[in-house]
């Protein structure tokens, strides 16, 4: 009679071995508890700050994503205007930039806009505005989709503000807003919406408590009096952020000339799909620095288990010698203690997730405002992460012990006091 081949799963699994894991750890409770602690913090570490981490890249993609796939244009070139030196693109200039784009795509839209600050009175508080005014195309293109009431401005009297400063200055739509002209006459600007507020403005006018106004060209040009037909910035939109790199050649050599990026340039060009690239990369970067920083935790938890598990072998040493008298294996001393080991970091890995899981929505909303990235994939993939590391470092720590118990002499252990 042939006996049986063991399969793989009964090679690893062993339910007499595995009972046996059991009744040791409930044997040894506070033992078993302050060999988990270093895990559950290891792990809650680094689930904690990875998710959040991650939420925050979710939060800043999602702040900027709808503008990656612009180019942003500056002059740097000076123009003589009535023997002022200004910069500034004038039509021609635009014209020049259509027909550079127009090579690459005909699907687009060019935002001319101009910015600058402006003294203004709002509820009966004076303050500095910053004044932002645009195309009606780039009203439309930029802002139409953060409106989270009211409407674009249509004339010269009208502006968007953002919410987090209409909240604070109690602002909706329709509120009056005083200010002067370029000529210092009084002019009574109207809301005309409320722009959603992102946690990178809100910052912003924390700190300054500087009110953010968006209208038209020819309200900026009414109240700073820039008559030079000269726009401070312009942009180009696409729909595909694949076609700004060759778009950004194209401009190049159409205003700067065959040189790219010399010192003789006169326009400079920022891509903002490299912007967000590279932002990505700095954040990808930092959350990784956490978590190296989390896992020292891990390590120091790791050490903490061997010397316990040490510990256990020694103070079962003649439990083992018994074991091994009555028809244990060497393999089935070791699987006992990796048992042990794994039974550890599963539990100690679960209740450091369960903990992320409950603090990571708390810090969401106080970092960011909101805890909607929580359910983003790229944050719960730190779940099954956290679970997988908390796992092997303790199977890997409780490798030496189970080896060294495995080895022990049967007879010397049996004598062992």
């Not at 909706?172 to 807003?177: D, F, G, L, M």
């Not at 040009?221 to 312009?234: A, F, I, P, R, S």
């Not at 080895?407 to 252990?413: D, F, G, M, Q």
Request: hydrophobic letters at 45%; aromatic letters at 6%; one cysteine or more.
């Amino acid at each position: 009679m042939t006996e049986r081949k063991e399969g793989l799963w009964e090679k690893i699994y062993s339910p007499v071995i595995f009972s046996l894991a059991i009744r040791n750890l409930k044997l040894n409770k506070t033992r078993t508890l302050l060999s988990m602690v270093g895990i559950i913090i290891g792990v809650l570490a680094i689930c904690g700050m990875g998710m959040v981490g991650a939420g925050f890249s979710e939060n800043i993609n999602e702040m900027i994503s709808d503008d990656a796939n612009m180019l942003m244009l500056t002059s740097i070139e000076e123009k003589n205007i009535d023997g002022r030196v200004v910069h500034g693109f004038n039509d021609n200039d635009v014209s020049d930039i259509e027909a550079a784009v127009q090579t690459v795509t005909s699907s687009y839209i060019i935002i001319e806009a101009n910015a600058g600050t402006k003294y203004v009175t709002v509820d009966r508080d004076g303050t500095v505005a910053m004044l932002g005014g645009m195309s009606e195309e780039g009203l439309e293109a930029v802002l139409e989709k953060e409106l989270k009431e009211g409407t674009l401005p249509r004339s010269a009297g009208g502006v968007v503000v953002l919410e987090d400063y209409a909240e604070k200055h109690n602002l909706h739509v329709n509120s009056r807003i005083s200010t002067t002209d370029a000529y210092g006459d009084k002019v009574t600007l109207r809301v005309t919406g409320i722009m959603e507020s992102n946690p990178m403005t809100e910052n912003m006018a924390a700190q300054s408590d500087m009110c953010f106004l968006f209208g038209t060209l020819e309200l900026y040009e009414n109240l700073l009096g820039t008559n030079d037909d000269l726009y401070t910035q312009v942009a180009v939109k696409v729909d595909d952020a694949l076609l700004l790199n060759p778009l950004e050649e194209a401009v190049e050599r159409g205003m700067n000339g065959k040189a790219y990026k010399d010192s003789d340039d006169t326009v400079s060009i920022t891509n903002t799909y490299d912007m967000v690239d590279s932002l990505n990369e700095v954040l990808d970067l930092t959350n990784l620095f956490t978590l190296i920083i989390s896992g020292i935790s891990l390590l120091v938890a790791s050490i903490s288990i061997v010397n316990v598990m040490m510990m256990s072998v020694k103070e079962r040493t003649k439990e083992i010698g018994i074991l091994r008298s009555i028809g244990t294996r060497r393999k089935q001393i070791l699987q006992m203690f990796i048992y042990e080991a794994g039974i550890i970091g599963l539990v100690g890995a679960g209740i450091g997730v369960v903990l992320s899981c409950a603090a990571v929505p708390i810090l969401m909303i106080i970092m960011m405002d909101t805890a909607k990235y929580m359910l983003a994939p790229s944050v719960l993939a730190y779940i099954p992460l956290g679970i997988l590391i908390g796992v092997s470092v303790c199977l890997a720590a409780g490798l030496y012990p189970a080896m060294k118990a495995a080895r022990l002499n049967p007879v010397e252990a049996m004598a062992n006091d």
